[in-house]
């Protein structure tokens, strides 16, 4: 009777014991929640029809009213200037989304929203660069929106400006990042900035995102950890590149930067600046494992 008894507890132990593993063995199992690329494909599709964004196009115009549509509700700021091109004096704007966090300090995420200016009157679409990471930072802000974030405030950055006029040089390209880096220097945001990631051509259906020398080597390093989190790191990293974009501005004020670019788009390249960076060439895979890294370097940066 004792032995009875006692087998008795001792069985409904080793149930509870199996089914409790079984729970644990199903949780482990289970895929972490993504983030929403087919949403951030469908943004990016309407900013593509759009057409060609060259600055002081119908395009750019309809791009700037379609950022401040979608952010009307947002605490969203203008910082428009004229540059000085080689084309002569061009009227620029900057778009930045304001998310507010519950500790002092600011993660940057940005992108570009023009179109290489020369190619004006090919129907260029720039459906990869400059509309990949544009729709990216759209389905971002809906991470953001509504609620106050526990960890640092996110500012999401359209940036106007970043192609060249009449070819890449220090003073004819990044126009806009080259701008706002000077006004937040003046103004003291600079020190504010924990981290900076910028997106740039992210949605080619062939993903593969350079590891860019002129980077901040540890925030790199987060993001590569951020990307291991959900399996994807054989998308990150494979290839070693030094690129000169939107962050270099920021970079060479301190402000650590992370260039989140895929600079191999088609075979050698072939599809970048030209007509053939259309919407056929990206994919909502491309864009959910890009998002996901975002958000889950945004979780690292926090307790930092």
């Known amino acids: 009777m004792l032995s009875a008894r006692i087998s008795r507890p001792l069985a409904a132990g080793a149930l509870l014991f199996s089914l409790m593993c079984g729970v644990a063995r199903a949780q482990a199992a289970a895929p972490l929640p993504r983030f929403d690329g087919d949403r951030a494909l469908a943004y990016t599709r309407g900013f593509v029809a759009l057409g060609p964004r060259w600055i002081g196009s119908p395009g750019h115009a309809k791009a700037e009213a379609f950022l401040q549509r979608q952010f009307a509700k947002d605490d969203l700021v203008k910082d428009s200037f004229t540059a000085s091109t080689p084309a002569g004096p061009l009227a620029m704007t900057n778009y930045i989304v304001k998310f507010p966090g519950n500790k002092d300090g600011i993660i940057v995420l940005a992108s570009h929203y023009d179109t290489n200016y020369p190619l004006k009157d090919t129907g260029y679409a720039g459906a990869n ?75 080619d259906r062939d993903l593969d995102v350079d590891r860019d020398l002129s980077s901040t080597q540890w925030l790199l390093d987060l993001v590569g950890q951020a990307a291991a989190k959900f399996g994807d790191q054989s998308y990150f990293f494979q290839r070693e590149n030094q690129v000169g974009d939107d962050h270099t501005p920021f970079l060479q004020r301190g402000v650590p930067c992370a260039d989140i670019i895929d600079f191999d788009y088609g075979y050698q390249n072939s599809f970048w600046h030209t007509p053939q960076d259309t919407m056929d060439k990206l994919s909502a895979k491309s864009l959910t494992i890009v998002g996901d890294v975002f958000l889950e370097t945004i979780r690292l940066l926090n307790p930092r």
């Not at 706002?180 to 504010?192: E, I, S, V």
């Open 129 to 203: 660069d400059g509309g990949s990471s544009t729709g990216l930072l759209l389905a971002l802000a809906n991470s953001f929106r509504g609620r106050k974030l526990d960890g640092y405030s996110v500012w999401l950055v359209f940036f106007d400006g970043e192609e060249a006029v009449k070819g890449w040089t220090d003073a004819d390209s990044t126009y806009g990042s080259r701008h706002l880096a000077a006004k937040w220097q003046a103004d003291g945001t600079l020190k504010r900035i924990k981290g900076f990631l910028l997106a740039d051509m992210i949605g």
